[in-house]
């Protein structure tokens, strides 16, 4: 049982480059979350998604795209990558508010 | 996303020593919950609070939930080296979707 799976673990990426960070979870959850996390300032909600095929903005929206493409993955998309975007990206996804949060081990991302 | 206030922002202690952190928010949550993050992993749930006046304990931690609904605590007895990491309250409510509100963390280091 694999929980929350992130790829890719590491990325450079040059300003103005897009990608996509994966998250899968294998533990039929409903909900599901991408956080940032910078030095000194916790976890900030990016976007997340309730139920299969409903996605919403959380705090720093700005600069990202969602897909949750089925129940099992939920990707984020950078566009057009900036500096200020170098972070650590946490998955996360919630079976009901009673089981709490399954992390993925993150996505380091610099954009140089 | 609702500010959560986490202190002391670090500490360094020795091995043996008992732990206290807190949280306090201007919001109410009806849930609060606590984490630990070790280096380059994703947060991992210690202990989760339903109710407000609770208290409960997971080994040689304890939380409360409290009775405003605006605060937490955790405390951890004689502590011992693998306690060092980083450790984060979160808020949550049933609205936007379960999100996690994350104070900013307290880093832990014990000393043998």
């Known amino acids: 049982n694999a929980g929350v799976t992130q790829t890719p673990k590491f990325q450079v990426l040059k300003t103005g480059q897009s990608m996509t960070l994966q998250c899968a979870q294998d533990?039929?959850?409903?909900?599901m979350y991408w956080y940032r996390q910078d030095p000194g300032m916790g976890l900030r909600l990016i976007y997340y998604?309730?139920?299969?095929?409903?996605?919403d903005k959380g705090e720093v929206p700005n600069g990202y795209n969602v897909s949750r493409l089925n129940k099992r993955e939920f990707s984020l998309r950078l566009e057009s990558a900036a500096p200020s975007q170098t972070s650590v990206y946490f998955c996360?996804?919630?079976?009901?508010?009673?089981?709490?949060?399954?992390f993925g081990s993150g996505t380091r991302l610099t954009v140089v | 996303g609702q500010q959560l206030n986490q202190s002391p922002q670090s500490m360094f202690i020795q091995e043996g020593e008992d732990v206290s952190m807190n949280c306090t928010s201007s919001s109410i949550f009806n849930t609060w919950l606590w984490y630990k993050q070790d280096p380059g992993e994703g947060p991992v749930l210690l202990i989760a609070?339903?109710?407000?006046?609770e208290l409960t304990s997971n080994g040689r931690l304890t939380a409360q939930f409290g009775i405003t609904r605006k605060d937490s605590f955790l405390n951890i007895s004689a502590s011992i080296p693998s306690d060092v990491g980083i450790y984060f309250c979160?808020?949550?409510?049933?609205?936007?979707?379960?999100?996690?509100?994350f104070g900013k963390g307290t880093s832990l280091l014990v000393t043998p």
């Open positions: 996360a996804s919630l079976l009901t508010a009673s089981y709490g949060y399954t």
């Open positions: 609070l339903y109710k407000a006046g």
């Open positions: 998604s309730a139920s299969e095929g409903t996605t």
């Open positions: 533990m039929n959850h409903n909900s």
């Open positions: 979160a808020g949550q409510n049933s609205n936007s979707g379960y999100a996690l509100n």
